[in-house]
């Protein structure tokens, strides 16, 4: 049988994201150590441990399905962040669903907003889920370069790519991969442009509360909190990173209730609900103590300023713009290879580093490597050793 023939066009349209297959490839090579993937190095904090060992034990409810859009008890403490950080007055019954992680929240956006025929304005350098979800959904995305000097939200950039066709735009700040975090001036300005041409906005809020330092005194500013733009907004929250839960597969969308129900039909599809151990976990990170999570910043801040220390001492070999939330650095190269991928893999193969080649992120990312600072200081100095020994050696 010829499978290829077979397959629907949707699959054949998009791929696995290098982010996944770098470190599929390093462990053949064997013996590396990972500056790829974005997690962060902590281990779910023993308050969430026994947490969730306690509901296996004694609550019957806890290995059982939950309420499809989600455990009531945590979709009103999302809707208490969502009022406390972002003054967002959410209605927990029924603004907020939990997700099978933010990924699925932003799938269940594209699958609702995109169809054939529609583009989606992504800011570029991208995530490249964000685009493998718009293929997926059978819509054109529509690249809107960052400022290359500072990684920042070009909305001048923006307006030059909407056309009757644009039906939403993502915006992820803190973002992925630059570590940029967009000025409130600039994401106000891009709020005005969806509302004049209508366009929904998907806010994915993956790395909210993952700020060191950035262009406005108060943090990173989400268009959440913007109350005129909510008939137009779906925002996308992820349990992932700051409550460093990236296995547990959990996260959350608001949106309004009419858009909400709509996005339902998606998530009862694909996921039914999200896995309850999962959904308590995150209801003790949200309701338990928050100093541990703001000491996991904290030490995400150092690993940041660590980074950025060790590319500056390898002489000249690599430059950066500084990152300034999330976790990960682009750091470009310069010496003459210029292909990424190609970087990329001799990185894996000579010097034992895991990076992630810029180019999967876009053009605007090429002749760059991804670098994640989530991973402890000791294997950020290592790969730093390996990775200048290598670089001095070109
Ligand atoms: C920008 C962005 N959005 C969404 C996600 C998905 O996160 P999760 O599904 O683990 O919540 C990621 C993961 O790396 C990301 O970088």
């Known amino acids: 049988m010829d499978l290829e023939a077979r397959l629907s066009s949707r699959v054949k349209r998009i791929k696995i994201s290098a982010t996944k297959e770098m470190p599929m490839i390093a462990a053949q090579v064997g013996g590396c150590v990972s500056l790829g993937q974005g997690i962060p ?27 499809q859009p989600g455990m009531p008890a945590l979709r009103a403490a999302a809707a208490e ?13 029924r603004e907020v669903a939990i997700t099978v992680g933010g990924m699925e929240g932003l799938l269940c956006a594209m699958l609702t907003l995109v169809g054939p025929g529609d583009e989606v304005i992504v800011p570029e350098p991208f995530y490249p889920s964000h685009v493998e979800q718009i293929m997926l959904a059978e819509g054109t995305p529509v690249f809107a370069p960052l400022r290359r000097i500072d990684w920042g939200l070009d909305v001048d950039a923006v307006a030059a790519a909407i056309t ?26 891009l709020a005005e442009l969806a509302l004049r041409h209508e366009i929904f906005v998907i806010c994915d809020d993956t790395y909210d509360a993952l700020t060191y330092d950035g262009p406005d005194p108060e943090g990173a500013f989400s268009l959440m909190s913007v109350p005129e733009l909510r008939h137009l907004l779906i925002g996308v929250f992820s349990f992932s990173k700051r409550f460093a839960l990236t296995g547990w597969r959990v996260g959350f969308l608001w949106a309004r209730e009419e858009l909400l129900n709509q996005m339902l039909k998606i998530h009862d599809a694909a996921a039914i609900c999200a ?17 541990v999570f703001r000491a ?4 995400l801040h150092k690993r940041r300023d660590l980074i950025c220390a060790r590319l500056d001492a390898m002489g000249g070999r690599f430059s950066h713009i500084r990152p300034r939330g999330a976790f990960y650095v682009l750091a470009k190269a310069e010496f003459p290879i210029v292909d990424s991928r190609d970087l990329a893999l ?17 053009p605007g990312a090429e002749g760059h490597l991804r ?4 991973g402890a200081e000791a ?4 790969a730093c050793d390996r990775l200048a020994a290598w670089a001095e050696k070109l």
């Open 346 to 362: 001799r990185v894996i193969r000579e010097a034992r580093v895991i990076t992630i080649p810029g180019g999967a992120f876009g």
């Open 371 to 374: 670098l994640s600072f989530g």
């Open 275 to 291: 896995p309850t151990p999962a959904q308590i976990a995150a209801l003790a990170s949200l309701a338990g103590p928050q100093d």
């Open 41 to 67: 190095s902590f281990m779910t904090p023993p308050h969430v441990v026994d947490a969730v060992a306690k509901a296996l034990r004694e609550d019957p409810a806890a290995g059982k399905y939950s309420l």
């Open 164 to 189: 009757p066709r644009t039906k939403a735009i993502i915006v992820s700040s803190p973002h992925n991969p630059t570590g940029a975090v967009f000025a409130k001036a600039d994401l106000l300005k």
């Open 296 to 299: 996991m910043r904290d030490e």
């Open 379 to 382: 294997e950020i100095d290592t």
């Open 81 to 93: 962040l969502l009022r406390a950080e972002k003054n967002l007055p959410a209605d927990p019954e």
